[in-house]
């Protein structure tokens, strides 16, 4: 189904009703403030609810619902509005409002619910009136005073361009009410424009323009045309304030960084001491210690001495006869982690001779190592023939340990393993552990029929075999106790916030056809009240479509209509 209502546009009612109940509101239009009530459409220009009289329209973005019925009530509070639709544009199914209206008959607050399946939305729409700042078109308001000096008390356009009358201390300009003391637009007279400058903003004081900076620059040199020059924040000549001026240092030029001054140091040195006063005074191209930047050591390792060159770190050989791999200076000969190559890893039990890599005559060559396939569980045999867990490698053959005993093609211990409990397929069951080949029950259950039970927390063995707690209640420390949540009542556990017969309280029955929410008896929202009861208007033959309204004899109520 399509719910395209969108929020909930305009609502009207229109429906007899008793001269009581007219007050204390008689009607007028209520502009809905949130999104749609209806649907996922775009907000319209106008979503409204209007009351007249005694009978309801629903007008939407897609379409109108027909004037129909209402049901009012007045209440302490206000009045109270139920309308039913049978037929909507867009909405398959039945649409429902249920709202109240303050004693003020400004605010309306309610839900709609709409469709199938059933959708639901809370809405909340205030009275439309002249001067609420709301242009309601369907109302026939043009405009909305006192900002717009071309708008009268009712609402309506004016026409009278730059003579409209305004308020006291504005003008009007082009129809609009403006302060031509303080308004950049217009400062001093109408369409005069306050320019700003670079990083500034446009003011107006007593109708002559100025400028405010923006945060962190300001207007240093005091030259109106360029503005705000000064950035605060980076600028070494004013630094955090005008005329604050950052120093230099040797090989360094000044700097000013977040508002604070600091060094800019020349290409290949660094303040590596932190002293500004010295300025940059370390070299950082050629010292292994401050290798491109200070405190970056260059890292050593066997048989080589760093070095750095041009701000990049590296190792020199002290023996001619070993190459740099990383930071180490290795023999290809013979260097297992580097045979014949940088990074030429041989494979576990592997040695590296003549810059290859050969197993031991023990071993035999396999593509993860140099493997005994007598003893090896993941060469077994042959290379690649893996064990299955459990298993070990003997004399070439994967077999199950002498403590283990292979069931189903896993090595297990029938001493502890509760699926092979004393021998392959005997499970122990539940509460049951194995130990030394039979199912024993665990620690903190007890055997009661032949099961394994927690004393503590069975409700059918609660404190002793055999103790069966009431419905509702539970097992607690071995105690048949009511739960936090329930309350006892009669002798059993009910829970008073959904429990009809004790709803809220004990023995506090619900009306038949109600239900209890939160401890409240309430009607069903698609239910209605009739003669004090909840009826559904769409089945019942006494109340068919209506309260009161009484199918003839051999007809029934379907959908609201006598067939």
Not at 241 to 249: F, K, R, V, Y
Not at 427 to 446: D, F, I, Q, R
Not at 505 to 517: E, F, K, Q, S
Not at 539 to 563: I, P
Request: glycine share 12%.
């Amino acid at each position: 189904m399509r719910l395209a209502l969108p929020v909930l546009a305009l609502l009207a009612v229109v429906a007899p009703v008793p001269a009581a109940l007219a007050a204390p509101c008689a009607g007028g239009r209520f502009l809905v403030v949130d999104s749609p009530v209806i649907g996922a459409v775009s907000t319209p220009t106008e979503d409204a609810i209007q009351l007249e009289g005694a009978s309801v329209t629903l007008y939407a973005g897609v379409g109108t619902c027909p004037a129909t019925v209402a049901h009012l009530k007045r209440t302490k509070s206000g009045l109270r509005v139920r309308v039913r639709w049978v037929a909507c544009p867009g909405v398959a199914g039945v649409v429902r409002l249920t709202a109240r209206v303050d004693d003020k008959c400004r605010q309306m607050k309610g839900a709609v619910t709409a469709g199938v399946p059933r959708h639901k939305k809370t809405f909340v729409a205030r009275q439309s009136r002249c001067g609420d700042g709301i242009v309601d078109t369907g109302a026939g308001e043009q405009c909305e005073p006192p900002d717009t000096a071309s708008c009268s008390a009712s609402c309506q356009e004016l026409n009278c361009g730059d003579h409209c009358t305004c308020p006291a201390g504005r003008t009007s300009c082009d129809g609009t009410c403006v302060n031509l003391q303080s308004d950049p637009s217009n400062c001093g007279r109408c369409s005069a424009r306050c320019v700003p400058a670079a990083h500034s903003m446009p003011t107006c004081s007593a109708g002559l323009c100025g400028s405010v900076c923006e945060t962190n620059f300001s207007d240093c040199n005091h030259v109106p045309d360029d503005g705000c020059e000064a950035n605060l924040l980076t600028d070494p000549l004013n630094c955090n304030a005008c005329g604050t001026q950052c120093p230099g240092g040797d090989n360094a030029s000044p700097a000013c960084v977040d508002g604070a001054c600091a060094l800019k140091c020349a290409a290949g040195f660094g303040d590596c001491d932190g002293n500004p006063a010295n300025g940059c005074e370390l070299p950082i191209q050629d010292d292994p210690n401050n290798c491109g930047r200070c405190n970056r050591q260059c890292p050593t390792g066997d048989n080589a001495t760093p070095v750095c060159t041009a701000g990049t770190c590296s190792i020199l050989c002290s023996d001619p006869t070993l190459f740099a791999c990383g930071h180490n200076c290795v023999d290809l000969d013979n260097d297992a982690r580097n045979c014949g190559g940088c990074g030429n890893h041989c494979v576990p039990g592997a040695i590296c001779a003549n810059a290859a890599c050969t197993c031991p005559s023990t071993r035999t060559s396999c593509p993860s190592a140099c493997a005994d396939l007598t003893s090896d569980a993941t060469n077994c045999g042959a290379c690649g023939n893996k064990c299955d867990p459990g298993e070990v490698c003997t004399n070439s053959h994967c077999v199950c340990p002498s403590d283990r005993r292979s069931c189903n093609g896993q090595c297990i211990d029938p001493l502890t393993d509760n699926k092979n409990c004393g021998g392959c397929g005997k499970l122990c069951g539940s509460g049951e552990t194995c130990s030394g080949g039979n199912c024993v029950c665990a620690p903190g259950n007890k055997n009661c029929s032949g099961t394994c039970v927690n004393l503590d927390t069975n409700v059918r063995n609660c404190g002793e075999c055999k103790n069966t707690c009431d419905t509702g209640d539970i097992c607690s420390n071995g105690h048949c106790v009511c739960p936090s949540d329930r309350t006892v009542c009669s002798g059993a556990c009910v829970d008073t916030d959904s429990s009809t017969g004790n709803c809220g309280h004990c023995g506090n029955i619900c009306d038949p056809g109600d239900l209890c929410v939160s401890g409240r008896c309430v009607c069903p929202a698609f239910r209605e009240i009739c003669a004090g009861k909840c009826t559904d208007t769409d089945t019942d033959r006494r109340n068919c479509g209506k309260c009161g309204k009484v199918c003839d004899s051999g007809l029934n109520c379907v959908a609201g209509h006598c067939k």
